[in-house]
């Protein structure tokens, strides 16, 4: 079935430097993925998305590329910050009103 | 200010007992969403909406009931059938087109003891 794997779990960096969150899925007829953030408490809200048509997009700190050959996508956010501590999740949407989401990363950004 | 709005954010029952969980949303989306998260996992899909008085069940279906009588709303009951019902609950919705993202609301946390 539909699958999305998410690495890794956990990440742990020094403010000011760069976190990278890697995503695989199984489906080749995926064609949007989106990133969410969620903040302890709240709902997941969207950072960035990507559609499959696109090989790379960013968004002032935040980017995202995707290699639909390899069926993975990645996050990058550069130069993090504390208020980037968060869990964030990859998606993959297949059609348009089925989306799979990985398991999630936990970012935690140390002053 | 549109959004979705979930409530209550906290519930606590007890065993036994059907709950019911409210999610409304201002944004004139056409489907809605209702997921489960436990501590330290992902997003599991309970039911999904893609038009009034129309529903389908997700993956973790079993123990839980659903209606879509307005857009606006979609009601999510948890039954006394459901074996682990204490968990986080998010609702969400989006617009009924490709590529279009999930809306969440902030969540309710269900404790059953």
């Known amino acids: 079935g539909e699958n999305v794997e998410q690495h890794p779990s956990t990440l742990s960096v020094q403010e000011g430097d760069s976190a990278v969150i890697k995503c695989t899925y199984s489906?080749?007829?995926?064609?949007?993925f989106p990133w969410y953030k969620q903040e302890l408490g709240k709902g997941p809200q969207l950072i960035i998305d990507?559609?499959?048509?696109?090989g790379e997009k960013k968004d002032q700190r935040i980017a995202v590329t995707l290699n639909k050959t390899a069926k993975h996508f990645s996050l990058h956010i550069t130069e993090t910050q504390p208020e980037d501590s968060a869990v964030y999740f990859c998606?993959?949407?297949?059609?348009?009103?089925?989306?799979?989401f990985g398991a999630g990363t936990r970012l935690f950004v140390k002053a | 200010d549109g959004g979705i709005t979930q409530s209550p954010k906290y519930l606590f029952r007890k065993e036994g007992q059907n709950v019911t969980l409210s999610c409304e949303q201002n944004?004139?989306?056409?489907?809605m969403y209702w997921y489960r998260q436990d501590p330290g996992q992902g997003l599991r899909l309970i039911y999904y909406?893609?038009?009034?008085?129309?529903?389908q069940k997700g993956d973790i279906a079993e123990g839980y009931s659903v209606s879509r009588e307005k857009k606006e709303s979609f009601p999510l009951t948890v039954t006394s059938a459901q074996k682990n019902p204490t968990a986080f609950y998010l609702c969400?919705?989006?617009?009924?087109?490709?590529?279009?993202?999930?809306?969440f609301g902030n969540g309710t946390r269900l404790t059953v003891t």
């Open positions: 944004l004139n989306h056409d489907a």
């Open positions: 998606a993959a949407s297949i059609g348009s009103f089925k989306t799979i």
């Open positions: 909406s893609q038009i009034v008085n129309d529903f």
């Open positions: 969400a919705s989006k617009q009924g087109y490709l590529g279009s993202p999930l809306h």
């Open positions: 489906d080749s007829a995926s064609n949007y």
């Open positions: 990507i559609r499959s048509n696109v």
